[in-house]
């Protein structure tokens, strides 16, 4: 069985950092996209950064420049720094498999003003 398991939410002022981790289980990892989404509360979730197999990544706009997404093929990981936080970044984050669409259970992210 997949599973992917968020890490590393949490509080943060404006302007600081934090970076989060997924792990991945149960699957081969290193052929699939892997991405991170975030939503907000009576909003879709929304992509913030997605990263090939082969290590190419594209990034929302709203983030480009402040966060970078990577991945370590042989531990299972995808992990998401993100700097320069803005409290328009509190949301919850999640980690995608993307050709399976497979999906953690997510980690909140509250940045303060």
């Known amino acids: 069985q997949v599973r992917l398991v968020e890490s590393g939410g949490g509080l943060v002022q404006a302007g600081g950092s934090l970076r989060l981790s997924c792990v991945v289980s149960?699957?081969?990892?290193?052929?699939?996209?892997m991405a991170w989404y975030r939503q907000t509360p009576g909003k879709q979730r929304t992509m913030v950064a997605q990263i090939t197999s082969g290590g190419e990544t594209s990034y929302a706009d709203s983030v480009k420049g402040r966060f970078t997404i990577s991945r370590d093929n042989l531990k299972n990981t995808v992990d998401l720094q993100m700097n320069s936080l803005k409290f328009e970044d509190t949301a919850v984050y999640y980690c995608?498999?993307?050709?399976?669409?497979?999906w953690g259970q997510g980690t909140q992210v509250t940045v303060s003003s």
């Open positions: 995608q498999e993307a050709l399976h669409d497979y």
């Open positions: 149960g699957s081969l990892f290193s052929p699939y996209t």
